[in-house]
């Protein structure tokens, strides 16, 4: 299924008798001592290439660990391998590497650019994975594995040894079968952090205890038409599922009025266009030839767009970042779909060029989320007519992931759609 960029067959046998000798020794380190999880290939690991799906860091082998790997070795989780992405963490994986297969089906789309980690998960090849969000890179490969992945907070989770896309951006996250599960590796790794300044420094939560108790009383809004304008009908029907199954525990349905998202949508190329250009500018000098065409291209973009113009673009998330923040003093969460169609084909992106209109729904649930920072969860939700699965998302304040774990363990003890998994074969 093309899940990993490397498997760390060697390294992960000797971590495995490690944690077998502590473990019968007494000395456990909590829920992740001996568990297989995998890391997405855009995070640093000591000896091991780290390639970020692209060739120009094809050589890169770097001499210290991503804080993320680290504190994932620190809780005693076994590295097993590095999971393939898209080039640069953008939207198409370049022309040399070998895309990552859907599961289910190998003619449906695995979301970008997370999708080794989703497909790992998803296949049993992990317990679970680390992944990364800048548009929704989590949330996609999730919904279209039939798999659970948290987009923290902007600066949850330390961004050291961790290739960047566009920094202001880049989410670090999880994914995982379960929220439970999603939640116990973002609290390995989430936390303050001297290497990285943006790293914040709010309390983790134990998000293992997240299962316990119920959610009666919990406030989840709905903004009616954001809901539905433009969502095709099996989407829409696991989303109203969905929140039927929340009202049945005891949430509280609140209808909202979300902010309109079209500026923000808008706004995300030019914005990871600009970061993108900095972040390679070297590279991009120096081996142009190395680059595929379309990470190339929103390089060359971000070269175009103006001191002022990224001023603006900056201006405007500030004031969406405040808008959406807003809202919570109503409401817990927020339900959402992750896209406003159902499972897509790998025939149908192949149309991208000729539907311009189709990034644009694509991106009208996930990205605003990135430019405003705040966390989010998805989780499958239903099935598709042609059996592929279908995700949504629940969104929450600033920080506050163990509301959203606590909503989705609810949802997922009175629900089976994520204990159902892709065929082997």
């Given at each position: 299924m093309f899940a990993y960029a490397q498997v760390m067959d060697t390294s992960a046998l000797e971590q495995?008798?490690?944690?077998?000798?502590?473990?019968?020794?007494?000395?456990?380190?909590?829920?992740?001592?001996?568990?297989?999880v995998a890391v997405k290939d855009l995070c640093w690991v000591e000896g091991v290439p780290s390639r970020a799906g692209t060739l120009v860091h094809h050589d890169f082998i770097?001499?210290?660990?991503?804080?993320?790997?680290?504190?994932?070795?620190?809780?005693?989780?076994?590295?097993?391998?590095?999971?393939?992405?898209?080039?640069?963490?953008?939207?198409?994986?370049?022309?040399a590497i070998t895309p990552s297969v859907n599961p289910w089906n190998a003619d449906y789309w695995t979301g970008i650019s997370s999708s080794g980690s989703a497909v790992a998960a998803a296949a049993g090849l992990c317990f679970g994975a680390i992944a990364s969000d800048t548009g929704g890179s989590i949330r996609w490969p999730s919904a279209a594995n039939g798999v659970t992945g948290l987009k923290p907070t902007w600066g949850r989770v330390s961004r050291h040894g961790v290739f960047d896309l566009?920094?202001?951006?880049?989410?670090?996250?999880?994914?995982?079968?379960?929220?439970?599960?999603?939640?116990?590796?973002?609290a390995a790794i989430a936390g303050a952090d001297p290497k990285d300044p943006t790293a914040a420094a709010q309390p983790v939560p134990d998000f293992a205890s997240a299962?316990?108790?119920?959610?009666?009383?919990?406030?989840?809004?709905?903004?009616?038409?954001?809901n539905s304008e433009d969502v095709e009908p099996q989407t829409q029907a696991a989303l109203d599922d969905a929140a039927v199954v929340f009202s049945d525990l005891g949430a509280l349905m609140v209808e909202i009025k979300f902010p309109d998202v079209g500026q923000a949508v808008s706004d995300w190329v030019p914005n990871?266009?600009?970061?993108?250009?900095?972040?390679?500018?070297?590279?991009?000098?120096?081996n142009r030839n190395l680059y595929g065409p379309i990470l190339a291209g929103v390089i060359e973009m971000g070269r175009t767009v103006s001191e002022a113009e990224y001023q603006q673009i900056l201006l405007r998330r500030a004031i969406f970042r405040r808008e959406v923040e807003a809202l919570f003093a109503a409401v817990d969460l927020i339900l959402t779909p992750v896209q406003p169609f159902a499972p897509l084909t790998l025939a149908s992106l192949a149309t991208l060029g000729e539907q311009p209109d189709l990034i644009a729904r694509l991106q009208r649930y996930t990205c605003p989320l990135d430019m405003s920072?705040?966390?989010?969860?998805?989780?499958?939700?239903?099935?598709?007519?042609?059996?592929?699965?279908?995700?949504?998302?629940?969104?929450?304040?600033?920080?506050?992931?163990?509301?959203?774990?606590?909503?989705?363990?609810?949802?997922?003890?009175?629900t089976t759609w994520h204990q159902r998994h892709p065929a082997k074969g």
């Amino acid at each position: 299924m093309f899940a990993y960029a490397q498997v760390m067959d060697t390294s992960a046998l000797e971590q495995a008798k490690v944690a077998d000798e502590e473990i019968a020794a007494g000395r456990h380190r909590g829920p992740l001592h001996g568990v297989p999880v995998a890391v997405k290939d855009l995070c640093w690991v000591e000896g091991v290439p780290s390639r970020a799906g692209t060739l120009v860091h094809h050589d890169f082998i770097p001499d210290e660990n991503a804080t993320v790997v680290r504190r994932l070795r620190q809780a005693g989780a076994i590295i097993i391998g590095k999971t393939q992405m898209t080039e640069g963490a953008y939207s198409d994986y370049h022309p040399a590497i070998t895309p990552s297969v859907n599961p289910w089906n190998a003619d449906y789309w695995t979301g970008i650019s997370s999708s080794g980690s989703a497909v790992a998960a998803a296949a049993g090849l992990c317990f679970g994975a680390i992944a990364s969000d800048t548009g929704g890179s989590i949330r996609w490969p999730s919904a279209a594995n039939g798999v659970t992945g948290l987009k923290p907070t902007w600066g949850r989770v330390s961004r050291h040894g961790v290739f960047d896309l566009a920094p202001s951006l880049d989410h670090i996250g999880t994914i995982a079968r379960s929220a439970v599960d999603a939640g116990i590796i973002l609290a390995a790794i989430a936390g303050a952090d001297p290497k990285d300044p943006t790293a914040a420094a709010q309390p983790v939560p134990d998000f293992a205890s997240a299962s316990r108790g119920g959610i009666g009383g919990l406030r989840i809004g709905l903004d009616p038409r954001w809901n539905s304008e433009d969502v095709e009908p099996q989407t829409q029907a696991a989303l109203d599922d969905a929140a039927v199954v929340f009202s049945d525990l005891g949430a509280l349905m609140v209808e909202i009025k979300f902010p309109d998202v079209g500026q923000a949508v808008s706004d995300w190329v030019p914005n990871c266009a600009v970061e993108a250009a900095a972040v390679h500018a070297r590279d991009f000098a120096e081996n142009r030839n190395l680059y595929g065409p379309i990470l190339a291209g929103v390089i060359e973009m971000g070269r175009t767009v103006s001191e002022a113009e990224y001023q603006q673009i900056l201006l405007r998330r500030a004031i969406f970042r405040r808008e959406v923040e807003a809202l919570f003093a109503a409401v817990d969460l927020i339900l959402t779909p992750v896209q406003p169609f159902a499972p897509l084909t790998l025939a149908s992106l192949a149309t991208l060029g000729e539907q311009p209109d189709l990034i644009a729904r694509l991106q009208r649930y996930t990205c605003p989320l990135d430019m405003s920072g705040h966390p989010a969860l998805t989780f499958p939700a239903g099935f598709a007519r042609d059996g592929m699965p279908i995700g949504v998302q629940l969104l929450a304040g600033q920080f506050q992931e163990l509301t959203l774990v606590r909503a989705v363990a609810a949802f997922q003890e009175h629900t089976t759609w994520h204990q159902r998994h892709p065929a082997k074969g």
